[in-house]
């Protein structure tokens, strides 16, 4: 199947680049509402999946017991910018489980946000793994372990009882069996598997719905979206994407982009959650996607509407300041 | 017409993204040796036409009359990576002509390159035009200016005789027409047009077999190639892809890279040209697939084919140095 262009860069008058892409919106029950594009084929999940990997946290009473609020569970879910509050923020939750950084095994990175790598920079010699962008969710995953029982030591391997815990969660919302076949390593070294946007969006649409889960993982569900929704700094940074969408309707919209393209949301008003995968894995495409597709949402005459379809059709200036092209969405999103 | 997948970026098993371009390599003459996607449609040159560019500073008397040698003549031609030995060559070309900082109009921006970037952090404030990743081609421009008597102000406007002589420069050497309708503003403020990548290619053919071309040109052409094959650390810098492109095979490949996926290259020996397109704009595509274009021009048993084609299939490590996927290229560059 051809996944049509979806996003195109101008320059000029003429289209400079041309992004191709794929995506679903379906509701509670899985039902389609809108697609695009291939949404059958096996598409990796990357940090898109991150809130569903956080519910173990949730449902075996860790984040009681640690007493994390909305902050530390946003945390948990974040791909974040590894500004000094993100760093701060995951330390203070391994120190709950008596533990520190070194118990984290997502390895180390500067900050791909050039302000916080430039703060980084002038502040210290080198990053450490509270700096990765997933150092919340590893320690979400830390203090799983230690509040469980399970060995921390080894968190991140494809046999750790967490990881088989996360596979078994990630199944049964998604539909989709999870194992080697389907299974590669991701950046931060835990297992990431690559199954349907279909499913992917179907799992969004019954932890932001409820709809065929059992009520403590419908409430887990919950808890983790409203508390990405209420903290949305924590889940992403400033000026990131994650972020300003949450902040554009709050309560209104759930947010989490994945490495390579991918993108998913949901909507609790609505009842509905969508996925998106730009087909050469960009970024600034699989932003424009969604954004557009969460826009088609909210009448056209609201605010929302049009703040989000303002994000999605963006004017890009150059050092001097000077407009020089625009990114846009094409009519393939709004068939 | 469809461009084919030229290049895939793996996980595990199993392919994650996929990019898609078109490509050409033609001889002296322009008949085409090999070409794959559509090589007819207009592509914006962007810095990958910057040896075009830099042929008024020589042909002009410019480069001689401030004594400019390899070095200077290569940085004319960059895209260079903001380095403390980039900076204080484009300052000392500047100051040839009793001109500084001042005079460029190509605004001012950070080094792309983290570690560069983490230095620029480290021992200043902010970034200034010397540091564009243009500055050396704007002090070529600027140096052309001050010789042949143009006023220096305003030398990045449609209508400055600089850029209508640059306009004319690649008209004849690309066969394309270049005016208002296929032209954008680049990065750096100055006009950008976009063309046929057949006319990009067999423009550069031209300039590195002196075929079609008037003496004057002929020799401007290749003094601008030789430079930058003779100076590739001031073509990029450390661990770019021009660079590392011209170490290969010292003498033997020209290469530039544009943005927005761009790439050319040049082979004196073989007297053959190429020029590819990523349709997405991605990077990584645009490098994979001219170094196996060159490396498809270079007997397979050799050691400068076998570089080339671990450099376009690259395996990629997370931030444990665990081996998670590849960048490949596929059939559709070996036909």
Tied chains: 1, 2.
């Excluded at 989000?308 to 300041?321: D, E, I, Q, Y």
Aim: overall charge neutral; proline content about 3%.
């Amino acid at each position: 199947m051809q996944n049509p262009v979806t996003v195109e860069v101008t320059r000029g008058k003429l289209v400079e680049s041309r992004h191709r892409g794929m995506g679903i919106v379906v509701d509670g029950d899985g039902k389609t509402v809108f697609a695009f594009g291939d949404v059958e084929s096996g598409v990796f999940l990357r940090s898109a999946c991150k809130a569903m990997q956080a519910l173990p946290l949730v449902e075996s009473g860790a984040a009681d017991a640690y007493g994390f609020a909305d902050r530390q569970l946003a945390l948990a879910c974040a791909s974040h910018s590894g500004e000094d509050e993100h760093v701060a923020l995951a330390a203070s939750m391994l120190e709950r489980a008596g533990r520190d950084a070194s118990a984290l095994e997502c390895g180390a990175h500067w900050s791909s946000d050039q302000t916080t790598l430039i703060h980084q920079a002038r502040t210290r010699d080198r990053p450490t793994a509270l700096h990765n962008n997933c150092s919340g969710k590893h320690s979400g995953f830390v203090c799983t372990c230690a509040h469980v029982g399970y060995e921390v030591e080894g968190y991140v391997g494809y046999d750790h009882p967490l990881q088989a815990d996360i596979r078994a969660t990630m199944e049964s919302l998604t539909g989709a069996a999870l194992g080697h076949d389907n299974c590669g390593i991701d950046g931060c070294s835990i297992p990431s598997y690559a199954i349907p946007l279909r499913g992917l969006a179907h799992g969004f649409a019954k932890m932001v719905t409820g709809q065929g889960l059992e009520p403590i993982r419908a409430k887990a569900s919950r808890r983790l979206m409203e508390a990405c929704m209420a903290e949305p700094f924590y889940v992403a940074g400033t000026k990131r994407a994650c972020t300003k969408l949450m902040q554009v309707a709050p309560g209104k919209i759930f947010a989490k982009t994945g490495a390579e393209g991918v993108f998913v949301a949901a909507l609790p008003e609505q009842g509905l959650a969508m996925a998106v995968k730009c087909e050469d894995g960009t970024t600034r495409a699989a932003e424009a996607m969604i954004f557009a597709l969460i826009a088609r949402h909210f009448d056209k005459a609201s605010e929302t509407h049009q703040t989000l379809m303002a994000m999605a059709n963006k004017s890009m200036r150059n050092w001097n300041g000077i407009h020089v092209g625009d990114i846009r969405v094409t009519d393939a999103l709004f068939a």
